[in-house]
């Protein structure tokens, strides 16, 4: 599941299709075209027309050569998508420069490509393509042809909006660069952590579902069985004539008929076994933490009433989702533990509740208020990378656990047993991380009578 998150991750640079920017470009040519159209007649504003027509010329080019080099599904690497939008801020930039420099209304527009990198690529080439921006801009406030009537007046602003446009320009290139990119790796993120939980959740309920691979055998065999029967019906009473052969036929019948039998008894069991439904609260725990019970800490069991809770222990429902992320707050608790693990049950008139609960170093108060989203750092020391190494962190784990938990419509809360700036002489035993989940009865609870009653076994 990790091998496939970080494949996804490392795949977002390649989200960008090459036809997506060419699109974007004809937007921009039009756009160009159509300003400087107006600029020209209806303004009599005097510049270089053909110098900007071919400067919108060459972007034009740009984008044929893409439609007729590449197909339509072509996705842009890292460098391409970099240096496709440098391309278009310096095309852009070079317009601009022939049109007044910063005088030119149309100067913020040299924000988007930097806007799109930040969105699209990874921290490095947006900063590449944010720096070029920057660098072109102190270029337009130095370098440029004037916006002049054709009567011969200039159009210019004073020198201190020019300079504040240039500062305004600058600034909003750092502050869209990171909103975006924060942003945007945020969805990613999050993107990625979905999917896992998906994988999860989808390879707990395969084991779950076990029990109705029979039930669709039997369906599935239902149709052929029915066919062997009705042809070998027809052949016993062709074969009356010849007994030997018409007994052979009745067999195959008979079998046929055993068959049925069978796959609709295996059916039966496969879609009315109780146990996949429901099971004792402590028996959910057990199977749960199983995986981990033998990887050298010792892990604690106890459930017991609450207030207006009854003596004897309920039932629950076995979801897939639950006992996955059950197994991910013991895995994660056993990780972190220096030797004992407790898990915890209690039920009570209104709720059940369950804690997971380590001795050991319980989480950072620095990252106490985010545990639960995903790509979280860890919590381990400097002394936990040396002894271990190969432990990555603990975000997606707990993400998938919240998540999980959250669709069975539990709450789920992080706390530490202690503070974690107290010397370990004054440590309880139950010092470290503690995870409660809490139930509503009515969404864990299984109906009374869940298991059923005792069946004979068929002969």
């Known amino acids: 599941m990790t091998a496939t998150v970080h494949s996804s991750r490392e795949s977002h640079s390649e989200w960008v299709r090459l036809r997506t920017l060419v699109n974007l470009r004809w937007i921009a040519v039009t756009g160009q075209i159509v300003a400087i159209g107006v600029a020209w007649w209806f303004f009599d504003i005097n510049f270089d027309l053909p110098l900007c027509l071919l400067i919108i010329g060459a972007t034009v080019v740009a984008n044929l050569l893409g439609m007729l080099q590449f197909p339509e ?7 391409e998508a970099m240096l496709t939008l440098v391309f278009d801020t310096a095309q852009l930039a070079l317009l601009l420069a022939v049109t007044g420099g910063l005088d030119n ?3 913020p527009l040299i924000l988007a490509p930097t ?4 969105t699209a690529l990874h921290t490095r080439p947006t900063i590449i393509v944010g720096g070029v921006t920057i660098v072109l801009v102190s270029l337009l406030a130095i370098f440029n042809e004037p916006l002049v009537l054709r009567d011969g007046t200039t159009i210019a602003v004073p020198q201190i909006y020019e300079f504040g446009l240039w500062l305004a320009i600058v600034i909003s290139i750092f502050f869209l660069g990171v909103y975006a990119r924060l942003v945007s790796s945020e969805i990613h993120s999050m993107g990625d952590a979905l999917f896992a939980t998906q994988l999860a959740l989808s390879r707990e309920q395969k084991l779950t579902d076990l029990g109705g691979v029979v039930a669709a055998a039997a369906h599935e065999l239902g149709t052929p069985l029915a066919t062997i029967k009705l042809v070998s019906s027809e052949l016993a009473d062709e074969l009356d004539e010849r007994p030997e052969l018409r007994e052979d036929a009745l ?3 008979d079998q046929a008929d055993r068959c049925r039998d069978i796959l609709r008894s295996m059916g039966r069991a496969g879609k009315e076994d109780k146990h996949l439904r429901g099971a004792p609260l402590l028996a959910v725990l057990r199977e749960a933490a199983e995986p981990h019970v033998d990887r050298g800490k010792t892990i604690l069991f106890d459930a017991s009433p609450g207030p207006g809770g009854s003596e004897r222990q309920p039932s629950v429902l076995r ?17 972190f533990a220096y030797a004992t693990v407790w898990v915890e049950a209690e039920w009570g008139a209104d709720s059940v509740t369950v804690r997971v609960i380590d001795d050991g170093p319980g989480y950072p108060p620095s990252v106490l208020g985010r545990i639960g989203d995903p790509f979280l750092s860890s919590r381990k020391s400097e002394a936990d990378r040396i002894t271990r190494p190969e432990y990555e962190g603990m975000g997606l784990g707990l993400f998938i656990a919240k998540t999980l938990l959250e669709r069975t419509g539990a709450t789920i809360s992080f706390a530490n047993g202690t503070a974690p700036m107290l010397p370990d002489s004054e440590h309880p035993a139950r010092s470290g991380a503690v995870v409660e989940v809490i ?7 299984a109906p009374e009578g869940a298991l059923g009653e005792n069946q004979p076994l068929a002969r």
Do not use: G, M
């Open 115 to 118: 806007t799109i990198a930040a």
């Open 73 to 79: 599904n072509r996705r842009l690497s890292e460098v």
């Open 251 to 253: 067999l195959i019948r």
């Open 105 to 107: 209304p149309f100067v």
């Open 319 to 335: 979801f897939p989702e639950v006992i996955h992320a059950l197994r991910n707050l013991v895995q994660n608790a056993v990780d």
């Open 439 to 445: 139930w509503p009865v009515a969404r864990i609870l």
